[in-house]
Nanobody, 119 residues
Framework: QVQLVESGGGLVQPGGSLRLSCAAS????????MGWYRQAPGKQRELVAD???????VYADSVKGRFTISRDNVNNTMYLQMNSLKPEDTAVYYC?????????????WGQGTQVSVSS
């Protein structure tokens, strides 16, 4: 089974930058779409950005122009470059992948990494 591990979260001041990484292990048949989600206290988990295997991307309106999602298919790693961070970006950020095994496709989630934006 594929496992995902996020890293790169932390505390940053408004206007600052962070780069999140998501490393996938146990990949045998491949990974299709990958994405970053976030969940702030008291709120539902929401999509931040998604990227297909071919590199097509989708962003939430709230992060367009500030965040950039990318992936390295050779090393099964995904990134989220976050610039011009705002306090409202504070949340636990989760990595998600649509993986494939012999039976079909299945959803995989990482454990999450905390991003806090505060002065």
């Amino acid at each position: 089974q594929v496992q995902l591990v996020e890293s790169g979260g932390g505390l940053v001041q408004p206007g600052g930058s962070l780069r999140l990484s998501c490393a996938a292990s146990g990949v045998i048949f491949g990974i299709n779409d990958m994405g970053w989600y976030r969940q702030a206290p008291g709120k539902q988990r929401e999509l931040v950005a998604d990227i297909t295997y071919g590199g097509s991307t989708v962003y939430a309106d709230s992060v367009k122009g500030r965040f950039t999602i990318s992936r390295d298919n050779v090393n099964n790693t995904m990134y989220l470059q976050m610039n011009s961070l705002k306090p409202e970006d504070t949340a636990v950020y989760y990595c998600n992948a649509l993986a494939t095994n012999a039976l079909g496709q299945y959803d995989v989630w990482g454990q999450g990494t905390q991003v806090s934006v505060s002065s």
